[in-house]
């Protein structure tokens, strides 16, 4: 279960910090749609179902709140980009111009989080786990022979909790790369699902493995999420609770 602070106020960011702030889709207030700048309110009218908004809108909003306090401007003018690096079109991950903050955003079922360093690359995920998944379906693509001999010698039921376990630590360092699954899943091995969250394999660049700092998340009891930051030096890695930031009009 998460253990996170519930705050009045947004934090110092320091350059060794990490913050992890963490809101559920039963935040999402009417002024959050105002706190959005054009390609995100066309990103959040373009979802069909409610929850997907919602979880959008929730990850926007806690994004130019925190980042706002920190950078001392507007929430609104908060110059975040999203440009994919691939098609040069506004659908990629959050950024900011280089010298400002770093950020990582992930939302499943109820709950949405972002991550937040002064400096260093960061990338964080969540997943609910769902009884239903085909865990070798899944795997192929994603875990290594190694990887997949790991899950297969759990238990049944701990099955999906140990996929889901790798899936997201390879997701927070896939993420904290700025490329995503641009980057074969296969092409990284992380620790086992009961060992502490460690990166031991990435193919040709295994300079990251001596400067990742990994920690496994767990907002609620259905829930997976793990956070990768590409910097040794962080040292204060803080879970906060946004309830009051998105409440607070």
Known sequence: MIESKVVDSIPILNENDCQIWWGRISDLQSWHYNLLNDVEREKANSYHHSADRARFIIGCVISRLVLGKMLSMSPVQVPI??????????????????????????????????????????????????????????????????????????????????????????????????????????????????????????????????????????????YIASIAIFSKEVTEIIQLDAVALLNDK
Not at 137 to 145: I, N, P, R, S, W
Request: hydrophobic share 40%; aromatic share 4%; glycine share 6%.
């Open 81 to 222: 980009n999203r440009m994919c690096p691939v098609c040069k079109l506004q659908h990629g991950r959050p950024q900011l111009p280089e010298g400002m903050p770093q950020l990582s955003v992930s939302h499943s079922g109820e709950w949405v989080v972002v991550a937040f360093t002064k400096s260093v690359p960061v990338g964080v995920d969540v997943e609910q786990m769902n009884p239903n998944v085909d865990v070798m379906k899944m795997a192929e693509g994603v875990l290594t022979d190694i990887e997949i001999a790991q899950v297969m010698k759990l238990p049944n039921e701990q099955k999906i909790e140990g996929f889901l376990t790798y899936w997201t630590r390879k997701e927070a360092v896939l993420k904290a790369t700025g490329e995503g699954l641009m980057i074969p899943p296969v092409d990284i091995t992380i620790s086992a699902p009961n060992d502490s969250p460690n990166l031991l394999v990435f193919k040709d660049r295994q300079e990251l493995v001596e400067n990742t700092v990994m920690r496994d998340l767990r907002p609620s009891v259905d």
